[in-house]
């Protein structure tokens, strides 16, 4: 690779088949590239299919067309350099918070004294050093994504992914996390892949926004958002880009609406 | 808690079982044939004392523990064989198909419905011709578990272990797994630290229920030829000889041992699956 793009799409696509023989495109046409570092938000409407690009690159999901390529190597299978972040709950019931966390290195083969040290190092980060011994079904909404975030960590991963992880928590607790996320990008300089479908949420993290379409998904726009942080809301540019990316949206979900006469595809 | 309560708890649990038994006695006194029906006090005399020699097969406490080490060598031998065969079922779609039109099949066949098939297999071969044992106190226990009694009832026990064995690996969140994966998790990890511990739950569940089929399946074993032990043997044989008390302590100490396994199970379901519950 001559460039300092540590991911690289191109041409992604994916189609479904459907239990009676019908093929649904999910995902059409995304190139994209990623410099190290980079914090970049993918926003589109539900059922976009953003989640499954963010799948497909982590290796979970078959590709159907294209090619996903980190660091040189075409992406077949999930690797531990790539970390995701899920939005739906994902610590495992039956482990302790420090046992959840140290996940990653268990898998790698490292003695339980090592992996723990480490956990608790992460779990000191987002200040759950406290509940290393709690069941996930004992903390809120909040903490268990905080807990998933350094799982993922722990790990020790280039490059995160993260599935709209903070869509289901309240408003006050997303705001928080959000502060806490960028915290910690700065401090550990990851790269991250950040799917949402708040625009607020892009504006206030990411360096470069993609603006996705609905069903089929493809890139109809990309934004770089070049505000310092950390960034205020009441800030006239925030205001602006939201607005434009708002209209962005709008847009696609009139011309979807003309073409489909159905704003509201069924979610995927 | 206040003494009231405490009275008025345990009230609740034996006014039915105390109705009960006032209605057999009254009922016992009334027909005055204990070939019909024995009263109370005449059963209980038999059950407090469960090491004293009965119809001359031995005491109670015996038949139940020659019983008990039958239904135990059948449900193990299907525990460890429905388990894993359950959770690469329940993983693996295609092994899935390939299997489950065949197991079906099988399914709705009662276990006493295997009988004659099961003798002529096995006639009265016991663990005790498979380990050429002839003589002494080892071939008295081994030559006590006949095949043919075994097979009856892994019969009973494989299928309900078996279906939540499956049943629960299917009902692993996906996103359990996915991040697994993306953790780096190997096939066999995801078997040992995701899958069985996710299912463990719905595995003991099925285990439970296995166990009460199985024991249950136990009197239609112990009435198979060379049987000469057991509780199952002893209703059979207590009938025989109109001895219906003998028959309702049978009846009684099968229902006492499967409630107290039964038990068992339920005090592990607490103490090891709390999240279970806890987790929405």
Redesign the interface.
Known sequence: MTNDYILHLEGVGKTFQTKNGKSIKAVQQVDLDVRENDFVCIVGPSGCGKSTLL?MV???EPITFGQVVYHGQEITR???E???V?Q???L???RTVIDNVA??P???GISKKERETRAMNYLRLVGMEAFARA????LSGGMRQRV?IV??LA?DPDLLLMDEPFGALDAHTRILLQKELLRIWEQHRKTVLFVTHGVDEAIYLADRIVVMSARPGRIIETILVEMDRPRERSHPRYGHLAEQILAILEKEAAQNFSKNGNILEEPF | MALKTILTRIGTYLLVPLLFLLLWGLAASHLNNEVILPGVGQVTALLLRPTENLISMGSLAVNVAVSLARVLAGYLLAVALAVPLGVIMGYYGTVFRFLNGFLALFRPIPPLAWVPLVLAWFGVASLATLFDVQRGTAYLYLNNLKFSMIFIIFIGAFYPVLTSAIHGVNGVRRTLLDSARVLGASEGDIFRKILLPASFPAIVNGMRIGLGVAWMCLVSAEMLPGSLSGVGYLITHAYTLARTDIVIVGMVSIGVVGALLDLFFRVIEERKFAWTRLTR
């Open positions: 799948r982590s290796g979970l999930p690797r531990k790539i970390g995701m899920f739906e709950y994902s495992l019931p039956w996940l990653g268990e898998f790698a069941h996930p079904h004992e998933a799982r993922a790990n």
